[in-house]
């Protein structure tokens, strides 16, 4: 069999690369070297020292709000991202959506609020998501809000119901035309999260946070004391 000979000319187009166990990252072992050790790496420092030292709570809180709290809380919620989004804060419509799974397994992502009424928070996605399959068999979830710029959080939990034919539909039709490219009428859910505890947390540098709590009763919304509950 004739062999070609190696053009000069290609040479250099690509490289070799050693095996794993002879790059110094991964040769200590073979070399009779013990790893190298986290604190060496971080300058001194673990990673649960190193996560410590972080700043947390930076954030300037809003002037105190003299006006008395509505009645309700969506009433608030709209006044506080209102005062977000004039504080700077960006995409503060986005919240973490908890659910739990067919076999009782929490799960989270991150979506954006679409609306907030009577009917509930809406929120929206494909029909074939894992979310969707989640919340078919537990139809119940959970909504975080978090502002670290004015140091406030909304957590917001409840029964799941989906939409209307009509207002999943409108909700798909408000999107671009990108982002509704393969998805038919048939593919995309509106759901709406019934709030039965909304939770509006306000931090202080101090430690000195404050709750509070709107709690769902059969005569309407009920602020409740913190210290009445569990977190």
């Given at each position: 069999?004739?062999?070609?000979?190696?053009?000069?000319?290609?040479?250099?187009?690509?490289?070799?690369?050693?095996?794993?166990?002879?790059h110094p990252l991964f040769s200590s072992h073979r070399e009779g070297r013990p790893p190298v050790k986290?604190?060496?790496?971080?300058?001194?420092?673990?990673?649960?020292?190193?996560?410590?030292?972080l700043p947390s709570l930076t954030g300037t809180p809003p002037v105190p709000d003299a006006d008395p709290l509505p009645d309700l809380p969506e009433e608030l919620f709209e006044r506080w991202i209102r005062q977000a989004v004039d504080a700077g804060v960006a995409e503060a419509h986005g919240a973490t959506?908890?659910?739990?799974?067919?076999?009782?397994?929490?799960d989270a992502r991150t979506l954006i609020l679409k609306d907030l009424g009577p009917e509930g928070w809406a929120f929206a996605g494909p029909r074939a998501s894992a979310k969707a399959a989640q919340l078919a068999v537990h139809p119940a979830a959970a909504l975080t809000f978090w502002w670290p710029a004015v140091l406030r959080s909304v957590r917001v939990r409840g029964r799941v119901v989906e939409a209307s034919?009509?207002?999943t539909a409108a909700d798909l039709a408000a999107r671009s035309a990108a982002a509704r490219d393969?998805?038919?009428?048939?593919?995309?859910?509106?759901?709406?999260?019934v709030a039965d505890r909304v939770e509006?947390?306000?931090?202080?540098?101090?430690?000195t946070h404050r709750r509070t709590i709107y709690r769902r009763t059969d005569d309407g919304w009920q602020l409740t004391a913190p210290e009445s509950e569990n977190r």
């Open positions: 069999m004739r062999r070609e000979q190696a053009d000069p000319a290609r040479i250099g187009l690509f490289s070799w690369h050693p095996p794993f166990s002879w986290q604190e060496e790496q971080d300058g001194g420092m673990t990673l649960a020292a190193w996560l410590r030292s959506l908890a659910t739990v799974d067919a076999d009782g397994i929490p034919a009509e207002e393969g998805i038919g009428p048939d593919g995309w859910v509106r759901w709406r999260l509006f947390w306000q931090g202080s540098s101090d430690r």
